[in-house]
C-alpha cells in the first residue's frame, strides 16, 4: 500500500504550548485518517479527510490536508496534559477493502 | 458503548502454546474485520484481513500456518497464535467495518505475553 511518512516521532511540550505533527506521502492519498491512542491504550479514531486543502477542526485541533493530497497535519493549540498520547496518521485504501497503512506516529507528552 | 469487543485482554501464556483470540462486532454484522499488530513504541501493522466464509487475506511476510485466522459467523472473527514463541508478544487490535455506517471500529485490544 501507500506509505505514509510521520514527523516527529517525539514531541515534548510545556502545558499551554502547541504542537503539530505532520504525514507525507510521495503519492497523491485518497484520504488520510488521524487517530490517537493513549498510553496503554487502543487506537481512537479522529477525523478524515478526503478533499484537496481540506481543513476541519474540533476545539482544539486542527486537521489540514494538503492542496495535492500528499500530505496532512495535526494542530492542537494551547496542549493540556489530557493531550498526552500517540497520534497516528493513516491512509485508507479504499473500496471495498478497508485496508489502513498506518504512520509511525508521533507520540506527545506534556509537561505540567 | 463499545462496538467491537475482543477477548481476552490480556493473555500470558508459555512458549509453544496457542492462544486464540476472539473479535467480535457487538452491534453490526461485519463482513470482513482485520488483524493488527503493534509491538512497543512502534505504529500499527497489518496482519491479515478476515473475510466471513471465506479464507483471510494474509499481508507480504505474515505465516498463514503460524496465525490461523477464522470468520465463521458475521460478528465473530478468531485469529489463533500457534505454537507461540516470545518474539510474538504484541498488542494485538482487530477492527471491523461497518457497511452501514461507513465506519470502521477497532476493538479495544490484546495484549499478549509469552514468556
Known amino acids: 500500500g501507500q506509505q505514509v511518512m510521520q514527523i516527529p516521532q517525539y514531541q515534548h511540550v510545556q502545558e499551554g504550548e502547541d504542537f503539530t505533527t505532520y504525514c507525507n506521502s510521495s503519492t497523491t492519498l485518497s484520504n488520510i485518517q488521524w487517530y490517537k491512542q493513549r498510553p496503554g491504550g487502543h487506537p481512537v479514531f479522529l477525523i478524515q479527510l478526503v478533499k484537496s486543502g481540506e481543513v476541519k477542526k474540533q476545539k482544539r485541533l486542527t486537521f489540514q490536508f494538503g492542496e495535492a493530497k500528499k500530505n496532512s497535519s495535526l494542530h492542537i493549540t494551547a496542549t493540556q496534559t489530557t493531550d498526552v498520547g500517540t497520534y497516528f496518521c493513516?491512509?485508507?485504501?479504499?473500496?471495498?477493502?478497508?485496508?489502513?497503512?498506518f504512520g509511525k506516529g508521533t507520540l506527545l507528552t506534556v509537561n505540567p | 458503548g463499545a462496538v467491537v469487543s475482543q477477548h481476552p485482554s490480556r493473555v500470558i501464556c508459555k512458549s509453544g502454546t496457542s492462544v486464540k483470540i476472539e473479535c467480535r462486532s457487538l452491534d453490526f454484522q461485519a463482513t470482513t474485520m482485520f488483524w493488527y499488530r503493534q509491538f512497543p513504541k512502534q505504529s500499527l501493522m497489518l496482519m491479515a484481513t478476515s473475510n466471513e466464509g471465506s479464507k483471510a487475506t494474509y499481508e507480504q511476510g505474515v505465516e498463514k500456518d503460524k496465525f490461523l485466522i477464522n470468520h465463521a459467523s458475521l460478528t465473530l472473527s478468531t485469529l489463533t497464535v500457534t505454537s507461540a514463541h516470545p518474539e510474538d508478544s504484541s498488542f494485538y487490535i482487530c477492527t471491523a467495518w461497518d457497511n452501514n455506517q461507513e465506519t470502521q471500529y477497532f476493538g479495544p485490544g490484546t495484549r499478549l505475553l509469552v514468556l
Open positions: 493513516a491512509h485508507n485504501s479504499g473500496g471495498s477493502n478497508y485496508k489502513l497503512t
